[in-house]
């Protein structure tokens, strides 16, 4: 079947422009994570959505980044007045139900951010 | 509260060696545990996972780890190294209650030399 997708796979910006960056989950998937990887700094967790609540916003690292999630399936980041330092590659996950912790995540292949 | 540590940035092994990736970590409840491969440009992917049940564990591409919850490690082996197990590995520790949000060592990537 499909996995996680991601668009678009690859993002250059000038420094003050808003980006937005989308994932498309596995099919009837619950959970969706936002992560950020920067190099050699391992993955970098920014947000999370499960199923009807709340989203956890933990991570966001500024008021600049916001997230949302349409009908619990596909999810949109926003990074506003982007900066150098927000230049990463960015990755989704899903996952069956993060209501058992043990359940896997299904990573998307990530979108590449240059900010210049 | 949670962290993991992925001891080595980089190792190198040849073709045929041994593979020995480290993960120490550390967890306020009984830990899921996992190991990730990501290849070039593509996303990550899951090798093999802990949730409590058996400590030596299987998986993909003839890897294995063993939870050991003395030195609170779950290192990553494989027997035999080939050159397509190049890449970069994370180790990933989820609580087994509470926040569902795990937490991603900062990887190791595997050189494998002909």
């Known amino acids: 079947g499909a996995g996680v997708s991601q668009s678009p796979s690859n993002k250059v910006t000038e420094k003050g422009k808003d980006v937005e960056l989308r994932c498309d989950p596995i099919?009837?998937?619950?959970?969706l994570y936002w992560y950020r990887q920067s190099l050699g700094q391992g993955l970098e967790f920014l947000i999370y959505?499960?199923?009807?609540?709340?989203?956890?916003k933990s991570g966001l690292p500024s008021d600049r980044f916001s997230a949302e999630r349409t009908g619990g399936s596909v999810s949109t980041l926003t990074i506003q007045r982007t900066q150098q330092e927000d230049s990463a590659v960015y990755l989704c996950?899903?996952?069956?139900?993060?209501?058992?912790?043990?359940?896997?995540?299904?990573f998307g292949p990530g979108t590449r951010l240059t900010v210049t | 509260a949670q962290s993991v540590t992925q001891l080595g940035s980089h190792v190198s092994v040849s073709e045929g060696a041994l593979v020995l990736l480290r993960c120490n970590y550390s967890?306020?409840?009984?830990?899921?545990l996992f190991w990730y491969v990501q290849y070039p440009n593509q996303g990550l992917q899951l090798l093999l996972k802990?949730?409590?049940?058996?400590?030596l564990v299987k998986g993909i591409n003839g890897f294995e780890a063993e939870f050991k919850k003395s030195e609170t490690s779950f290192h990553l082996t494989k027997p035999s190294a080939h050159m397509s197990d190049a890449a970069e590995y994370f180790c990933?520790?989820?609580?087994?209650?509470?926040?569902?949000?795990?937490?991603f060592g900062r990887g190791t990537s595997l050189i494998v030399h002909p």
């Open positions: 996950a899903s996952s069956l139900d993060s209501g058992l912790a043990h359940y896997e995540q299904y």
């Open positions: 099919s009837g998937h619950t959970a």
């Open positions: 959505f499960q199923g009807n609540s709340a989203p956890d």
């Open positions: 967890s306020s409840v009984p830990p899921y």
């Open positions: 802990y949730t409590s049940a058996a400590t």
């Open positions: 990933a520790v989820s609580p087994s209650g509470g926040s569902y949000i795990p937490t």
